[in-house]
């Protein structure tokens, strides 16, 4: 079966164009991710940049060579800034733009203009840069565990490889002069190749975005506000988890004693500013495997996986001490102290009944005077 190039060019035009319509819409709906509108963009540009080689033949060489191949390295440009986009780098427009601004300078010198071996080993060279820095701009955020990720970073650097194997191709079977060049099967190839690219981009780029605001929601739902760390329903549940892997654990509860004065005297911005020293502090002060939660209000919870309860006491002591330590010299009259309880558990032990010891200690330590430490029997 015979594909005719200029049939499959206008094809390939009119699903790009579609493409970027949907990323548009795309965007309009999640205004907040910038690189769904470079992206599309990019493919808007890019169809009407395919639109031109099409008509070659059909309207002035200076528009079917010279324009549209511009307009289509600026597409793979705008591609390559949309992926910094996502990944919160800056877009770098003038880099983005520079593929099409020579191939327009390179234009002018009649030696490259006439040269279809040179014109093909340039476009190509410039979208292999594009696409293959594009795969290593996703390689490179691979800590932020997204399922699309690896998806989007192969398609581009497989688009990348056909570029870079279309090079030696042109230098070993160059195309053979007088013949249209819409005729020769790389064009063929170009054309389905680029219809591919453009229909799968919108599926991985599109759940990339859409993978990243669910891993933000999921984050929000876990994550106490102010201060940054888990909340109550995010603290139990890693806490419930590792009560069941680790064979000894501590669990430390933490109340600030009498914020509420320190909210009447101070006001508020200053207890929140409160709250949050107080996590600073005990993120510096506790082992890496701490596990840290705010309960609510001035109450915090964490647990520590692996201790003995010397080791317990000992950290619940240093913190005690570094926080009654804490002064401010714009507030020379706030005061602050904590009160700790701990409850010490074996393998297996049940969260909520260690949550009860914890608390009762916790409660004979603000009983006993607050600014100290209580152990659970």
């Not at 002035?60 to 780098?89: H, K, M, Q, T």
């Not at 603290?235 to 430390?252: D, I, P, R, V």
């Not at 926080?323 to 909520?352: C, N």
Request: include cysteine; charged fraction near 15%.
């Amino acid at each position: 079966m015979h594909l005719d190039p200029t049939t499959l060019l206008i094809v390939s035009s009119v699903t790009t164009l579609l493409v970027g319509t949907l990323f548009l819409l795309s965007w309009r709906q999640a205004p907040s991710s910038r690189a769904l509108a470079i992206w599309g963009a990019a493919h808007i540009v890019g169809a009407f940049g395919s639109t031109g080689l099409a008509l070659r033949g059909q309207i002035p060489d200076l528009l079917s060579i010279g324009v549209a191949n511009a307009v289509v390295l600026a597409a793979y440009g705008l591609i390559w800034s949309g992926v910094r986009s996502f990944e919160g780098r800056p877009t770098r427009a003038g880099l983005a733009l520079a593929g099409a601004l020579i191939w327009c300078v390179l234009c002018f010198v009649p030696a490259f203009y006439e040269s279809i071996e040179a014109r093909i080993i340039y476009a190509s060279a410039a979208a292999t840069l594009y696409c293959g820095d594009a795969a290593a701009e996703f390689w490179r955020g691979h800590r932020e565990r997204l399922a699309s990720r690896g998806a989007a970073a192969t398609l581009l650097g497989l688009h990348a490889l056909f570029y870079l194997v279309r090079i030696p191709s042109t230098l070993l079977a160059p195309p053979r002069p007088g013949l249209n060049p819409l005729t020769s099967p790389w064009v063929a190839i170009l054309c389905f190749v680029t219809l591919m690219f453009s229909i799968a981009s919108a599926f991985t780029f599109m759940a990339l975005v859409k993978e990243r605001a669910e891993r933000e929601q999921r984050a929000a739902a876990s994550t106490d506000p102010l201060t940054g760390i888990p909340n109550r329903r995010a603290f139990a549940s890693a806490a419930e988890a590792a009560l069941a892997t680790n064979q000894h654990a501590a669990l430390l509860l933490f109340d600030l004693d009498r914020f509420k004065a320190v909210n009447d005297v101070h006001g508020h911005a200053v207890g929140d500013a409160v709250l949050i020293g107080f996590c600073v502090m005990a993120g510096s002060l506790l082992p890496g495997e701490a596990m840290l939660g705010r309960l609510g209000g001035e109450e915090f919870a964490c647990l520590l996986p692996d201790v003995s309860p010397a080791e317990a006491l000992a950290r619940a002591e240093e913190l005690r001490r570094t926080f009654s330590g804490l002064s401010v010299p714009e507030l020379p009259t706030l005061r602050v102290s904590v009160s700790i309880g701990i409850a010490q558990a074996r393998h297996g032990a049940d969260f909520e009944a260690l949550m009860r010891l914890a608390d009762a200690a916790l409660y004979a330590a603000k009983h006993q005077g607050r600014d100290r430490v209580a152990v659970a029997a």
